[in-house]
């Protein structure tokens, strides 16, 4: 018995505008393709600005990034079977009672020029074919009959429907990250911004387990579950930093605590980052959202670290952020209850302009501790390393 096959239509964005460079950008995307679908896929021809999937069953492309759309297609070989194909479908959702609306919405997109007839003439005999037989009438806008006609490579991919994607570049075409991944809603939609501009991404995690619970990794886990999927695969590294918070919490003024935290944290994923070889670090920061992410406090934060930090969320405000993680997928699991390092050892009152002096005047005092500790810590994480 014949298998049955499944035929798509991709259609790219921002990789169409990448000239020279748009066959590396249209390499990465094809092998991503075959990452993700693996046996699934029977083949995949790229077809000048959009690409032909045959597939032994019907796949989602949502979660694949650097495609715009993708259809459902009907793989035709001449003018004549589109325009049978057109007929047989609007005669069967006629039929069926399928259209309250006489109206109809019609795309065409001539590919090459090797078939004789432009688009707009294309588009005017489907038009004047479906008037004839059917008394419809042209809609400019979507209707419940939606014709969508592509001529390329001397084939007509006829579709009803344009599914959205999220766009954007193939994961791995910009390089690699190391995301500074928490429990919350931020750093699993940096996560996810960097994704979407190409990177690849690593993720890194910091506890005080057993002072927190193990919800928090639970959860961390399960973001990163979810975050797989676009990243096509990942890796999630855990640093305990529960004895360098108690060391801090002893020996500093806690009006500084955050700060000392996290320039702890930065030094530690800095050094990570070397060892993964990646190119930048990526935080969930968004300006003046919490006490430590004013301009003063960021740079004090980031004094000492040389590797880029990207902060995909500056300008955001929570409920933009909040919107994304509802598409991405995120939300449900950043609503849990789980508590994380970042609640722990928390000042009543934390600085919101650390003066970067000060800071390195204690942290001088306490250095040798300090790099103990972080060496220390550092080790654990690779003893701890998980691959999701």
């Known amino acids: 018995m014949k298998r049955k096959r499944y035929d798509f239509l991709l ?3 921002e990789i169409i505008l990448k ?25 995949i021809k790229n077809i000048g600005g959009a690409f032909w999937i045959r597939a032994n069953d019907k796949l989602d492309f949502k979660k694949i990034l650097g495609v715009k759309n993708f259809s459902p297609v009907l793989v035709l070989n001449t003018f004549e079977d589109v325009l049978k194909e057109i007929e047989k479908s609007i005669s069967e959702k006629l039929k069926a009672s399928l259209v309250s609306k006489r109206g109809f919405k019609i795309e065409v ?25 059917f008394n419809l009438e042209i809609e400019n806008e979507s209707t419940q009959i939606n014709i969508y006609l592509y001529y390329q490579n001397k084939k007509f991919f ?66 990163v ?12 590294y855990l640093i305990n930093i529960l004895e360098l918070q108690k060391f801090y919490y002893q020996n500093v003024p806690h ?54 930090v990207m902060r995909p969320l500056l300008g955001f405000n929570k409920s933009e952020i909040i919107e994304l993680a509802k ?20 000042p009543k009152h934390p600085v919101t302009k650390a003066n970067l002096g000060e800071i390195l005047k204690i942290e001088e005092k306490l250095k040798n501790k300090i790099e103990n500790l972080e060496e220390k810590t550092l080790k654990e994480c690779l003893i701890i390393e998980k691959n999701i």
């Open 11 to 13: 259609k790219t964005e």
């Open 19 to 43: 000239g020279k460079n748009r066959p590396y950008f249209e390499r990465i995307l094809i092998n991503n393709l075959k990452k993700k679908f693996k046996d699934d896929l029977v083949f």
């Open 109 to 133: 997109k001539r590919g090459s020029k090797d078939y004789p007839l432009t688009s707009l003439e294309i588009k005017q005999k489907i038009s004047d074919f479906i008037k004839q037989k």
């Open 158 to 223: 006829l579709y009803e429907e344009k599914i959205e994607c999220f766009g954007g570049l193939p994961v791995g075409s910009s390089g690699k990250g190391l995301v500074l991944l928490s429990a919350g809603f931020d750093s699993p939609v940096a996560s996810f911004l960097s994704m979407k501009r190409g990177l690849k991404v690593y993720f890194l995690h910091f506890h005080s387990y057993p002072q927190t619970s193990k919800e928090s990794l639970e959860k961390v886990e399960k973001l």
């Open 225 to 236: 579950e979810i975050l797989k999927d676009y990243n096509l695969d990942s890796e999630l």
């Open 255 to 308: 009006k500084f605590l955050v700060i000392f935290y996290r320039r702890s944290m930065m030094r530690l994923a800095e050094k990570l980052a070397k060892k993964l070889k990646v190119d930048c670090l990526i935080t969930g920061e968004s300006l003046v959202q919490v006490a430590s992410q004013t301009i003063q406090n960021m740079k004090v934060i980031n004094y000492g670290i040389k590797t880029f």
């Open 327 to 346: 598409k991405i997928g995120t939300y449900e699991i950043s609503l849990l209850k789980g508590d994380d390092c970042c609640s722990l050892f928390i």
